[in-house]
């Protein structure tokens, strides 16, 4: 898959999101919400960092294409390697759960 087009899908529908905005800290490009980052994008990688509970955590680095993130795992954050349909549905659904953890409850009551 082409980093780049796989980027561009994954950002529109993170931002999809209420509240979500794009920023561009330490040069990299993340997605907040509520000021705080719920996805760092690859975006010629192919790589995108989640938040994930510690339990999650240990069981998503089971798959292939998962592990931990650096700097941050201690935390729960893992890193998603998309590199077909599978691994970017999957990333779809992380990145779903990891903004359900960081949003403020006023962004998910109107969701």
């Known amino acids: 898959m082409d980093p780049r087009a796989v980027f561009s899908e994954l950002r529109r529908y993170a931002l999809d999101f209420q509240g979500?905005?794009?920023d561009h800290p330490w040069g990299d490009t993340v997605w907040k919400v509520g000021g705080k980052i719920f996805v760092i994008a690859g975006?010629?990688?192919g790589k995108f960092t989640v938040k994930a509970?510690?339990?999650?955590?240990?069981?998503?680095i089971l798959h292939p294409?998962?592990?931990?993130?650096?700097?941050?795992?201690?935390f729960?954050?893992?890193?998603?390697?998309?590199?077909?349909?599978?691994?970017?549905g999957l990333c779809r659904e992380m990145i779903e759960a990891s903004y359900r953890m960081?949003?403020?409850?006023r962004f998910l009551q109107e969701a």
Do not use: C, M
């Open 20 to 22: 979500a905005e794009e």
């Open 65 to 74: 294409n998962i592990e931990r993130a650096a700097y941050v795992a201690r």
């Open 43 to 45: 975006t010629e990688s």
């Open 53 to 60: 509970t510690l339990d999650q955590q240990a069981v998503l």
């Open 76 to 88: 729960g954050w893992v890193t998603v390697h998309v590199q077909d349909e599978e691994s970017l």
């Open 102 to 105: 960081i949003a403020p409850k």
